[in-house]
């Protein structure tokens, strides 16, 4: 699995990658999002710190699906540039949204290899 997933990255744009990874984080899973798009040292920067590697990335994932269960979200701007990505975004879920979701990515010989995410969320009313 390993070799097709090293062929499938060095392949693809920086577009690419990240439409596989919007994709992934819509209909399939965390492990395979990270297997196909992101780079094991990988640096996520956030207002809470530093995640580093998948690891860090898983534990965004689940911190995001505590915050917000059972989340849809809503890609609002995606604007790739060279190796330089960037997505607007907005969530609803059980209890919350998120109206202010914004992620940055340096994309690099078809993985992600560095990620900035902020979002605020906020209690949903009734």
């Known amino acids: 699995m390993k070799n097709m997933a090293m ?23 965390v492990e395979d999002d990270l297997v196909r798009n992101y780079a094991e040292e990988l640096i996520v920067l956030t207002g809470g ?8 990335l898983r534990q965004l994932a689940q911190r995001l699906r505590e915050e917000l269960p059972d989340a849809t979200f809503e890609y609002t701007a995606r604007v790739v540039e060279g190796e330089v990505g960037f997505l607007e975004w907005s969530a609803r879920g ?16 078809g993985r992600i290899i560095a990620q900035t995410i902020h979002y605020t969320v906020i209690a949903s009313k009734g």
């Open 7 to 29: 062929e499938l990255t060095t392949h693809r744009s920086p577009a690419e990658v990240l439409d596989d990874h919007l994709r992934e984080s819509q209909h399939g899973s």
């Open 94 to 109: 059980r209890g919350a949204e998120i109206k202010d979701g914004a992620d940055s990515y340096l994309i690099r010989d």
């Open 49 to 56: 710190g530093v995640f580093r590697g998948h690891d860090g």
